[in-house]
């Protein structure tokens, strides 16, 4: 099954090591879905992990290996624009492209503003909580 995680996904789960959103991550490293990652997602994850107020709160040596091994390990889609779509926030129309644009089953957000979506195109829009009990029972 196809995943999209949002940026805050992936902050939250580096943030609190064992933690509901790290326990999403580690669902994919052991290969219970596939991760779909866009240019635009990985570029704001790592301009989100450069910011000063994260810089003592995440380990660098855990940012950089998750960093390496998106690049390594994920499946890398093209951004599919989704029309007709209205969002507070500009920046989860990138998240609902790769959605879009990689097939995936379901996001995986902490972003209220996408969690009242519910869904999308038929595509699940999900709290991690939610999320690891999907891929648990799937």
Do not use: C
Not at 6 to 31: C, H, K, M, Q, S
Not at 105 to 117: K, P, Q, S, W, Y
């Amino acid at each position: 099954m196809r995943v999209v995680l949002d940026t805050n996904v992936y902050i939250a789960a580096l943030l609190t090591p064992y933690g509901v959103p790290w326990r999403v991550l580690e669902l994919w490293y052991e290969g219970q879905y596939e991760l779909v990652i866009s240019q635009p997602v990985f570029a704001e994850l790592q301009e989100v992990l450069g910011r000063k107020k994260f810089a003592k709160r995440i380990d660098p040596l855990l940012s950089d290996a998750l960093l390496e091994d998106l690049k390594r390990l994920a499946t890398w889609v093209r951004l599919k624009a989704p029309a007709n779509v209205s969002v507070r926030d500009p920046k989860d129309l990138m998240v609902l492209g790769t959605a879009l644009g990689g097939k995936a089953r379901f996001i995986v957000t902490g972003d209220e503003d996408m969690l009242v979506l519910r869904s999308f195109r038929g595509i699940r829009i999900l709290t991690p909580k939610e999320a690891l009990e999907v891929i648990r029972g799937r």
